[in-house]
């Protein structure tokens, strides 16, 4: 059984999204044509600016009279150029210029001729001189505190302490009754710093007389105080430490004649600062005794 249809009706639908779809391509082409109208104008004077800003300036001459114009003689013309050039060149590249960058380049001008001035004035700081002169003073009770801190990291005679007043800025009278106050006080006691350096020098560094006296004057401890500290020596004390000392310098001596041995051993001691006598008999002791010890001192 043969079916029937009738085409009109079928294809109705799709006559319509048809005649849809191309009723919006006309308003698309018509709204596109609108925008190309409206956008004309902005296009032209876009590139009418563009064209300004790439087109130098020229710098118009000033008027000539009418004669010399209109005569036709190339050479007046280029005689009146050269001269217009010559006498109002630099004007006119000044009138043409717009009045902001002008008055930039004024003020730019004006900016630089005040930092001339201030290098100018300022004071040489060659040699330290402007350092030395920035360095504010101390106060007495800085000076002090100066002072105090000195004493609590390591005991001072009073050379040393009135030394580093008076290289703080301090005075004579400021130093003077520093130290009185530190003396009473016992911050600072050059009798007792003498009595200990002695016996530090004596016993861990093995040091005589002779070079404990040289180290407490360079530390400026009077002499009489030295003579009353190195008094509390005692001869056999004394005698056996230098002995000590001759036999820990004999121990690295190596394999050596008597006679090498005996000069070395004998330099080393009056080096360390004990007397002759002491050290005769601290030679004998240390290098008469038995050295069966590898290392020992070789004698023939």
Same mark, same amino acid.
């Given at each position: 059984? &043969?079916?029937?249809?009738? /085409?009109?009706?079928?294809?109705?639908? #799709?006559?319509?999204?048809?005649?849809?779809?191309?009723?919006?391509?006309?308003?698309?082409?018509?709204?596109?044509?609108? *925008?190309?109208?409206?956008?004309?104008?902005?296009?032209?004077?876009?590139?009418?600016?563009?064209?300004? #800003?790439?087109? /130098?300036?020229?710098?118009? /001459?000033?008027?000539?009279?009418?004669? *010399?114009?209109?005569?036709? *003689?190339?050479?007046?013309?280029?005689?009146?150029?050269?001269?217009?050039?010559?006498?109002?060149?630099?004007?006119?590249?000044?009138?043409?210029?717009?009045?902001?960058?002008?008055?930039?380049?004024?003020?730019?001008?004006?900016?630089?001729?005040?930092?001339?001035? &201030?290098?100018?004035?300022?004071?040489?700081?060659?040699?330290?001189?402007?350092?030395?002169?920035?360095?504010?003073?101390?106060?007495?009770?800085?000076?002090?505190?100066?002072?105090?801190?000195?004493?609590?990291?390591?005991?001072?005679?009073?050379?040393?302490?009135? !030394?580093?007043?008076? =290289?703080?800025?301090?005075?004579?009278?400021?130093?003077?009754?520093?130290?009185?106050?530190?003396?009473?006080?016992? %911050?600072?006691?050059?009798?007792?710093? &003498?009595?200990?350096?002695?016996?530090?020098?004596?016993?861990?560094?093995?040091? =005589? /007389?002779?070079?404990? !006296?040289?180290?407490?004057?360079?530390?400026?401890?009077?002499?009489?105080?030295?003579?009353?500290?190195?008094?509390?020596?005692?001869?056999?004390?004394?005698?056996?430490?230098?002995?000590?000392?001759?036999?820990?310098?004999?121990?690295?001596? =190596?394999?050596?004649?008597?006679? #090498?041995?005996?000069?070395?051993?004998?330099?080393?001691?009056?080096?360390?600062? %004990?007397?002759?006598?002491?050290?005769?008999?601290?030679?004998?002791?240390?290098?008469?005794? !038995?050295?069966?010890?590898? =290392?020992? #001192? *070789?004698?023939?």
């Amino acid at each position: 059984m &043969a079916v029937s249809f009738e /085409p009109s009706e079928t294809l109705a639908p #799709v006559t319509d999204l048809s005649a849809r779809f191309a009723s919006k391509q006309a308003a698309a082409k018509q709204a596109t044509a609108r *925008r190309a109208t409206v956008n004309q104008p902005v296009a032209n004077q876009a590139a009418e600016n563009q064209m300004a #800003v790439q087109q /130098p300036a020229t710098v118009l /001459p000033s008027a000539q009279p009418a004669g *010399r114009q209109t005569d036709g *003689r190339q050479s007046d013309s280029r005689q009146s150029d050269s001269r217009q050039s010559d006498g109002s060149g630099a004007g006119s590249q000044s009138d043409s210029e717009p009045p902001r960058r002008t008055k930039l380049r004024a003020v730019r001008s004006a900016d630089k001729q005040p930092s001339t001035t &201030a290098h100018a004035q300022q004071p040489a700081t060659g040699f330290g001189l402007a350092e030395a002169e920035a360095q504010p003073e101390l106060s007495a009770e800085e000076i002090e505190d100066k002072a105090l801190s000195r004493l609590a990291r390591k005991a001072l005679s009073e050379h040393e302490v009135r !030394k580093a007043i008076l =290289g703080d800025g301090g005075s004579e009278d400021l130093a003077d009754s520093l130290l009185a106050d530190f003396n009473r006080k016992g %911050y600072v006691n050059d009798e007792t710093l &003498a009595e200990d350096l002695v016996q530090a020098h004596l016993r861990r560094k093995k040091q =005589g /007389p002779a070079v404990i !006296k040289r180290e407490l004057a360079q530390r400026g401890i009077p002499d009489f105080i030295i003579a009353a500290a190195l008094e509390v020596i005692d001869d056999d004390e004394e005698l056996r430490l230098v002995v000590e000392a001759a036999n820990d310098r004999v121990r690295r001596m =190596g394999n050596l004649d008597r006679s #090498v041995a005996e000069r070395r051993l004998t330099g080393y001691l009056q080096r360390r600062g %004990y007397s002759s006598s002491l050290i005769r008999s601290a030679v004998e002791q240390a290098l008469g005794s !038995k050295r069966s010890s590898p =290392g020992s #001192v *070789r004698f023939e």
